[in-house]
């Protein structure tokens, strides 16, 4: 029989790790360089990492009275969690001012943040899952207001507490009317016993609210307003994690609740998630082609991607999280990518945020503006990079589910998406106009982290065969359940 701790090690490897920074930091003097804790912290995720990926050898089981399941599902959302945790953290190394004696905080504050998104993954109880959900939201609330020296900053922060804090008690909520229906908030268990519950109106209305709090951490329209603030707002590393690790943790549980959860429920939010697939991939890019600050650009396209994600949902069995599982990893090496480079190329002032400040920068430095092409499209969705198999995997699981009208709505959206694309990568292509040399520097962490996300990029265009078996794999979890 598995020990129990060894069903949570890389919470528990990361908990240590968050809690190792914190004292070494308050062990340094206050004008020491923080940096190496920096480097501590990336070790600490390293580890976690590890230790996820030797979780997959584990066979599948609960542990601490069920409210926890390790499986090739978890394993999956870990390591991608992790990957996308330990590249932020590189790139923020050196992206940070000088100086600072709250680098500390910072790097604690994401490890931990890590914890509550690899809980949110694994949690198999609608108390842990809202536990694990805070851990990792109140992480992200703090770092997005680390730019104290602005006003979009703390604006940025607060907004995005509030609101985060308000689609949280939707979840809440839902969860208490979840167990008055059923009496019990076990996933597994809740399946069970919908078709006995007390009160089927209860239960939808529990449903309801559950959808609200989990949607709204997606990114999904119309419960998307607070994205393009809080990116603008917060520091570039931050939103190259802010817009992908939550993310990712968050469809993991939106999964878990549709298919382990609600399963009975298929033919009523199959056709509400295709409407907010619709909403997600129009609003999110027809405000994209109006933008002119960068950040606020990227925030309505992550907007149109949740789209995107949620339209594999119309497929049929267990092959929508297959490709909701690919397309988070896709989309995460894409986004970390493209958000690293633009603070390679911003530095620590960031004051470089319109599409026009990054003209020039193919020019000035090919390394950098040539990834940035490879990011941009892959993003678009052009072959032989993982935006374009994600994009596609989705779209033909969408029709093969008999969504064929999602599908091409999906496709016409992806050709609206390419103009801003393009307008961006333009800026890039075109002569320099003097200032647009990048003031950050090429460190280690950064060449790391960049080449990891475009390496990843690439391998998932040209060879996705191994990532698409671990996919698949992990969505095997559910056809046992059922």
Same mark, same amino acid.
């Given at each position: 029989m598995t020990?129990?701790?060894?069903r949570?090690l890389?919470?528990v ?5 968050g809690?190792l ?9 206050q #004008? ?13 995720v390293?580890?976690a ?18 409210s926890?399941?390790t ?7 870990h390591?991608?969690i992790?990957?996308?945790?330990l590249?932020a953290?590189l ?7 000088e100086g600072q ?7 604690a ?10 809980l949110?993954?694994s949690?198999? &109880?609608?108390?842990v899952?809202?536990?694990?959900? @805070?851990?990792s ?5 703090v770092?997005?207001g680390y ?7 703390? @604006?940025s ?5 509030l609101?985060g804090?308000?689609a ?6 839902g969860?208490a009317?979840?167990? $008055?229906a059923?009496?019990?908030?076990k996933?597994?268990?809740i399946?069970? !016993?919908?078709?006995a ?9 529990a449903?309801a609210l559950?959808?609200v $709090?989990?949607l ?7 419960f998307?307003?607070w994205?393009p603030d809080?990116?603008?707002g917060a ?7 802010m817009?992908?690790a ?6 993991a549980?939106?999964?878990?609740l549709?298919?382990g959860?609600?399963p !009975? ?15 997600s991939?129009t ?8 933008q002119?600050n960068a950040k ?5 396209s992550?907007i149109?991607?949740?789209g995107?994600?949620l339209a ?7 092959e929508p ?6 397309y988070t990893a896709a989309?995460a ?8 480079l ?5 530095? /620590?002032? &960031?004051?470089?945020s319109?599409?026009?400040d990054y003209? $020039?920068?193919?020019? &000035? ?8 092409l490879l990011?941009l499209?892959s !993003?678009i ?9 994600a994009?596609f995997?989705?779209?033909? /699981?969408?029709? #093969?589910? $008999?969504?064929?009208w999602?599908?091409?709505i ?11 694309y393009?307008?961006?990568a333009?800026?890039v292509? #075109? ?7 990048p003031?950050?520097?090429w460190?280690?962490a950064?060449?790391?982290a ?8 690439l391998?998932l ?6 990532v !698409?078996?671990m996919a ?5 979890s559910?056809?046992?359940?059922h």
């Amino acid at each position: 029989m598995t020990p129990d701790l060894f069903r949570i090690l890389p919470e528990v490897v990361l908990t240590l790790a968050g809690v190792l920074v914190m004292l070494a930091d308050s062990s340094l003097p206050q #004008q020491a360089d923080r940096r190496p804790l920096g480097w501590l912290a990336a070790l600490g995720v390293t580890a976690a990492l590890g230790a996820s990926l030797w979780q997959g050898s584990l066979p599948s089981g609960t542990a601490f009275y069920g409210s926890v399941q390790t499986d090739a599902f978890s394993t999956f959302f870990h390591v991608l969690i992790c990957g996308i945790v330990l590249a932020a953290i590189l790139l923020s190394i050196d992206a940070l001012p000088e100086g600072q004696h709250h680098r500390g905080e910072y790097f604690a504050l994401m490890v931990f943040g890590a914890v509550g998104m690899c809980l949110l993954t694994s949690a198999v &109880e609608l108390l842990v899952v809202f536990i694990a959900l @805070e851990i990792s939201s109140i992480s992200t609330y703090v770092l997005a207001g680390y730019r104290k020296d602005t006003a979009k900053g703390p @604006e940025s922060a607060m907004k995005y507490f509030l609101l985060g804090s308000f689609a949280t008690a939707f979840l809440l909520y839902g969860i208490a009317m979840i167990f $008055g229906a059923t009496g019990t908030t076990k996933i597994p268990e809740i399946a069970a !016993l919908l078709p006995a519950a007390r009160s089927h109106t209860l239960v939808l209305l529990a449903f309801a609210l559950m959808m609200v $709090g989990v949607l709204f951490k997606v990114s999904a329209a119309p419960f998307h307003v607070w994205t393009p603030d809080v990116y603008e707002g917060a520091p570039t590393p931050v939103v190259a994690l802010m817009s992908t690790a939550p993310k990712v943790a968050a469809f993991a549980l939106l999964v878990r609740l549709l298919y382990g959860a609600f399963p !009975l429920l298929h033919a009523l939010w199959m056709p509400l998630l295709w409407i907010v697939a619709v909403l997600s991939m129009t609003v999110g890019n027809l405000a994209a082609l109006r933008q002119q600050n960068a950040k606020r650009m990227l925030a309505y396209s992550s907007i149109a991607h949740a789209g995107y994600l949620l339209a594999a949902l119309a497929g049929s069995g267990t092959e929508p999280i297959a490709a909701i599982a690919f397309y988070t990893a896709a989309y995460a090496a894409m986004n970390v990518g493209i958000f690293g480079l633009m603070s390679l190329v911003a530095g /620590t002032s &960031e004051r470089r945020s319109t599409i026009a400040d990054y003209r $020039g920068v193919l020019a &000035e430095s090919p390394l950098a503006g040539g990834l940035m092409l490879l990011f941009l499209i892959s !993003l678009i969705g052009i072959p032989f990079t993982g935006g374009f198999f994600a994009k596609f995997y989705s779209f033909s /699981t969408a029709m #093969q589910g $008999g969504a064929t009208w999602l599908a091409l709505i999906g496709l016409l959206n992806s050709g609206i998406a390419a103009a801003y694309y393009l307008r961006f990568a333009m800026a890039v292509v #075109q002569p320099k106009n003097g200032k647009t040399a990048p003031e950050g520097r090429w460190s280690v962490a950064t060449v790391v982290a960049i080449f990891a996300a475009g390496g990843t990029t690439l391998a998932l265009g040209i060879a996705p065969g191994w990532v !698409l078996h671990m996919a698949s794999t992990a969505a095997q979890s559910f056809s046992l359940l059922h």
